[in-house]
């Protein structure tokens, strides 16, 4: 399948681009402010109800269109090329989907994106080190205080001296509360030496 056919051009110059890659200081870095200590954080698109990347996001999520993620993650890394963080980027982290709801999906939504990402960055793509311990109901269902309630001891690490002192570049779909996304960097700086830096292909407008 061809890009045009994914995403057709005029659709493409309509995209709600953010531009975070070049503001160190962007909305999606204020979200964690103050709770976990992360070297860069990104989205590349603005997600609006109803809007061209609902759509999208939607279609890559509960319709099976993967290749909506290897064309967004071919699309950003192109940015993300610019970024130079003290610390390089080692490897990418998806946020995981537990066993049983990976079985219903039969796929995470996060995985051609962020394979898309560690083959342009030419870094490591591993989705064995973070896990999700707790089964829960689709997160965009929920209220603000559901998502929050619990979401700290859903996700753990399998830990091994060879992840010691590495960057993990952890990759979600859409960026809301960062709820989710603090908690697995949360289990994930339970690795000696960890540091986290976090993409999203979305975060929505609050």
Not at 31 to 38: A, D, H, N, P, V
Request: glycine content about 6%.
């Amino acid at each position: 399948m061809t890009n045009e056919s994914v995403l057709c051009t005029n659709c493409r110059h309509e995209m709600p681009l953010t531009q975070y890659h070049l503001d160190p200081n962007n909305e999606a870095v204020k979200k964690f402010y103050g709770k976990i200590e992360i070297d860069h954080a990104s989205a590349f698109l603005y997600f609006n109800k109803k809007g061209i990347v609902q759509e999208l996001i939607h279609n890559l999520k509960y319709k099976g269109y993967e290749e909506i993620g290897t064309l967004l993650g071919n699309w950003y890394v192109e940015d993300l090329k610019s970024i130079k963080p003290e610390t390089p980027f080692d490897v990418i982290i998806p946020v995981p989907l537990h066993q049983k709801k990976l079985k219903e999906r039969g796929y995470n939504q996060i995985t051609t994106f962020g394979n898309a990402l560690a083959k342009g960055l030419n870094i490591g793509y591993n989705d064995a080190i973070l896990f999700r311990k707790k089964y829960s109901k689709t997160q965009s269902k929920k209220n603000l205080l559901g998502r929050l309630e619990g979401i700290e001891n859903v996700f753990d690490v399998h830990i091994s001296k060879e992840n010691h002192h590495r960057h993990f570049l952890l990759v979600d779909d859409v960026l809301t509360t960062g709820a989710t996304l603090e908690a697995c960097s949360r289990a994930l700086l339970k690795i000696p030496g960890a540091k986290i830096s976090i993409v999203c292909m979305a975060m929505a407008n609050s």
